[in-house]
């Protein structure tokens, strides 16, 4: 007796999602006037794969680090020196 865990049907909902990712980033790209192939679907399947992995880090823009009037050097060196 075999066992069918349904493993093929979250590898084909998987490919559905990469489609869409896939189509959406094509959309994107011709709204910025980019080339279509900027963004391969191969990129689109390898990005979808590894998304769960991915983790938001918020910061201050590079622009932002050197504007004398939001240095956060004083916060910063507080917790450098813990």
Known sequence: MVISLGLS????QAARDAELVYRYAQVLLRQLNQSSDVISESDIRQFCKHASELHVIR????AEEYEARVSNAPLIGKFLFK
């Open 9 to 12: 049907s979250y590898h084909e």
């Open 59 to 62: 910061g201050s823009s590079i």
